[in-house]
Nanobody, 115 residues
């Protein structure tokens, strides 16, 4: 089992930056895919970015060039650096981990982008 705890959300103006953190209860070097999703009010959850244990990354088109996902195995933490944020990106951002074929989720951290 893996517990995930997100942090780093908050209120930011459009064009600003935030760095989200996802701390895992288990050594993330043993976890294959880890990723960030987001869910805005009244909308479906959508994939933002993923990073594999082998160093491969994937980004949704709408964040390419602005967001960066990274993994720190020493700290068992995954980060999401978000730059040039837009008001429509206001959402709860959730961390996800694929550990031995089971998907685990954190409770999320709220990001609010003001115009």
């Amino acid at each position: 089992q893996v517990e995930l705890v997100e942090s780093g959300g908050g209120l930011v103006q459009a064009g600003g930056s935030l760095r989200l953190s996802c701390a895992a209860s288990r050594t993330i070097s043993l976890i294959n895919d880890m990723g960030w999703y987001r869910q805005a009010p009244g909308k479906q959850r959508e994939l933002v970015a993923t990073a594999t244990g082998g160093g491969n990354t994937y980004y949704a088109d709408f964040v390419k060039g602005r967001f960066t996902i990274s993994r720190d195995n020493a700290k068992n933490t995954v980060y999401l650096q978000m730059n040039n944020l837009k008001p429509e990106e206001t959402a709860v951002y959730l961390c996800n981990a694929d550990y031995r074929g089971t998907y685990y989720w954190g409770k999320g951290t709220l990001v609010t982008v003001s115009s």
